[in-house]
């Protein structure tokens, strides 16, 4: 994630302070000091990280916590609270105030617009339950208008083209359309503009004149630091941007840009990028930003995940045989494959408050555990999955040679089981005595 650093950062800082008896201006002045060197690190904006400080320290004074008695309480809210300022507050919602509602998607040549309006489709689609329709204004680049139509194929919503003519005419004939078949939302997928390009900047006016869009959104990379600002200041000097859709969220980015833009711009984060796949781009929510960034995880959102991945009914179904010790191989191989679907175990762990960061070492571990638990099952016949007690030396030779791995690895798998099938019978002792059994066992053991 691309807060990580800072994360780590705020997580010392404030671990300091809660050694501290009492609140001075002297312990108060070195913690100010950390966090401006904490942000300015993650390459937030001078003039940002000077406001910043100055308002936190403003409102501790303000709020006198040297007289509470848990101060350190109050100055990670009042951090918080800061934080999520930044970020935009309560402005980063889109209003569906008309039909269709037009999203309009502009920014630099090779920032991955046409994917991200792909991705945009089917946030807006399977997640908000809306009808959208694409529409392909990027007569320029090659193939462009070719795989914004694949997107919309893939992802099920409409698309409009027409081919190699003005876009401005595009725009308002896929407008028309839209309004003609009922969609709720239409996304305007524009060609890329280099910063220098007068005509092309000239053609986005236009297009904005004539449809005048519910919102203009700007894509810019997470990576691109202090330049994203002052690319989004280029843009909105001549289209009034609306919002800021912000990529690569997931990657190694010090998130500086995510944290100065809105100060700088006035323009708030609507969208994030937060990986590859059609459903990594995530309505930005600032309060849960601000909770990620300072380590008290984000359950909201993890709780959204799971409600997208898991069919409740089946998840029902599988927590009545765990408790019934019933489950077989396959009921827990289902299982996992339900927790991959909400997403790596790095972010469902950057999600959860108190988990420790696992380093990539322990997630390479992990994921490859996981990995070797679904080829072993994989490679038994399914009556074995569902009995796995009838298997011998012989069986698991035969399972080691179809999976490419030895009878330790047949081994550990069964004994994960074995151990996931004993912790479910100490639960159903504790939800009859409402004790907690010593020792009670996990999946993650070996």
Not at 132 to 139: F, N, P, T, Y
Request: neutral net charge.
């Amino acid at each position: 994630m691309a807060f990580e650093s800072l994360t780590d950062r705020f997580g010392a800082i404030f671990k300091k302070l809660r050694g501290q008896s009492r609140l001075t201006e002297k312990n108060m002045e070195d913690m100010l000091k950390e966090i401006r060197m904490a942000l300015l690190e993650a390459d937030v904006n001078f003039k940002v990280v000077k406001a910043f400080v100055n308002d936190v320290k403003e409102k501790a004074l303000g709020q006198d916590v040297y007289s509470k008695v848990n101060p350190s309480q109050m100055v990670v809210k009042i951090v918080h609270d800061e934080i999520e300022e930044l970020l935009g507050a309560d402005q980063t919602e889109i209003t569906y105030k008309s039909k269709p509602t037009i999203l309009m998607l502009v920014g630099l040549q090779g920032t991955g617009k046409t994917t991200t309006a792909g991705k945009l489709s089917y946030l807006q689609k399977n997640k908000l339950g809306k009808k959208v329709m694409l529409a392909a204004l990027d007569v320029y680049r090659p193939a462009a208008i070719a795989q914004l139509e694949t997107l919309a194929n893939q992802n099920g919503v409409g698309f409009f083209s027409m081919g190699i003519t003005n876009p401005v005419d595009i725009a308002v004939a896929a407008k028309k359309k839209a309004q003609e078949e009922g969609y709720d939302v239409l996304i305007l997928d524009t060609a890329g503009r280099l910063q220098i390009d007068e005509a092309l900047m000239k053609e986005l006016t236009e297009i904005n004149h004539v449809v005048h869009p519910d919102e203009v959104l700007l894509l810019v990379d997470a990576a691109a630091g202090q330049d994203a600002v002052n690319v989004a200041s280029t843009f909105n000097k001549d289209l009034h941007l609306t919002g800021i859709i912000m990529s690569k969220l997931d990657g190694d980015a010090r998130g500086g840009s995510a944290l100065s833009i809105k100060y700088l711009t006035g323009l708030p984060i609507k969208f994030a990028g937060v990986g590859e796949k059609m459903e990594d781009l995530e309505i930005f929510y600032p309060d849960r930003m601000a909770d990620r960034i300072l380590g008290m995880g984000d359950v909201v959102t993890l709780v959204e995940k799971a409600q997208e991945a898991i069919d409740e009914k089946e998840a029902e179904r599988q927590a009545k045989k765990m408790m019934e010790g019933e489950f077989t191989l396959e009921d827990m191989l289902h299982q996992m494959k339900q927790v991959q679907r909400i997403g790596s175990l790095g972010k469902l762990a950057s999600l959860i408050p108190g988990m420790p960061k696992l380093t990539d070492e322990q997630k390479e571990t992990a994921e490859r555990e996981m990995r070797v638990f679904e080829a072993v099952i994989n490679s038994m016949t399914p009556y074995e999955r569902r009995h796995p007690e009838v298997l011998r030396f012989s069986h698991k030779n035969r399972i080691a040679k179809g999976c490419g791995l030895t009878n330790a690895d047949i081994n550990r798998v069964l004994r994960r089981y074995e151990k996931s099938k004993e912790m479910m019978k100490q639960l159903k002792q504790y939800q009859k005595t409402g004790r907690m059994p010593p020792g009670l066992g996990g999946f993650g053991g070996k």
